[in-house]
């Protein structure tokens, strides 16, 4: 560990920087992350470009490692807490900088269901792709997901429940978007350790996800659809 100790960040150039980076996410370094950041701010990175080359870039490394079981929960969470800590810093720059972003998803667990371990490891890696999140918490009625989707004009919906009780209540959610006619017009992402794809198909859901790696992915294609099915009206 005493090479890893001598390393100045200000030190490295703008390439070697982002290669430490992605390291020091991998090991769940917050402040290491947050002074990486600022380094290269300070250098005349957009912020933006900080992002997606080093931050994303980082989260998507530790995303593979994750669906490959290299990687387990407990350092996923510290990778994503160290994103957040980076995060914190761009977040207010990309909004006056107007930064494109990836798309917008609404994020919840269902009525009935207080389960939220899986639901906040989705919201952290979908921020570390560079979605924006909107994380409803637990125990949501139909009219949250309804208000929320509508409210932060969203271009997903992700519903989660740990229960076999609770699964059903995401019908509830699918079926009163169909009614209300609004259905076409969001991403419905479904996940949970009690869920599997025949159920995603049966409620009518876009896609189950079965982790957070898989949801990033699934969501990441779902946006290409749409914004090429957009393209061809």
């Known amino acids: 560990m005493s090479d890893e100790d001598d390393i100045i960040l ?24 947050e002074e990486g950041v600022n380094i290269l701010l ?10 997606t080359e080093a931050l994303v ?37 990309l909004a006056e900088t107007g930064a494109p972003r990836v798309g917008k998803m609404v994020i919840g667990t269902v009525k009935g269901d207080i389960h939220d371990i899986g639901k906040n490891l989705v919201g952290m ?28 004009d969203a271009d997903i919906l992700g519903m989660s429940a740990l229960l076999t009780t609770t699964m059903p209540y995401m019908k509830v959610v699918i079926d009163t978007l169909v ?26 859901a876009d896609a189950y996800c079965r982790d957070a790696a898989v949801a990033v992915e699934t969501a990441k294609h779902w946006i290409g659809r749409k914004h090429n099915r957009m393209a061809a009206v």
């Open 10 to 33: 200000s030190d490295l150039d703008d390439e070697e920087l982002v290669q430490q980076m992605f390291d020091d996410l991998y090991d769940g370094l917050k402040e290491e992350i």
């Open 42 to 51: 300070e250098r005349g990175w957009e912020p933006y470009r900080v992002l």
């Open 57 to 93: 870039g980082g989260m998507t490394i530790v995303g593979a490692d994750f669906r490959d079981g290299i990687l387990f929960v407990p350092e996923v969470l510290l990778a994503a807490n160290a994103m957040k800590g980076g995060m914190a810093i761009l977040k207010p720059l």
């Open 125 to 152: 890696m979908m921020e570390g792709a560079g979605f924006e999140i909107v994380d409803l918490g637990i125990n949501n009625p139909v009219e949250n997901y309804l208000e929320a989707l509508e409210r932060e």
């Open 179 to 204: 009614e209300q006619g609004k259905r076409e017009d969001y991403i419905v992402l479904v996940g949970g350790a009690p869920l599997n794809e025949e159920f995603g198909k049966a409620i009518g």
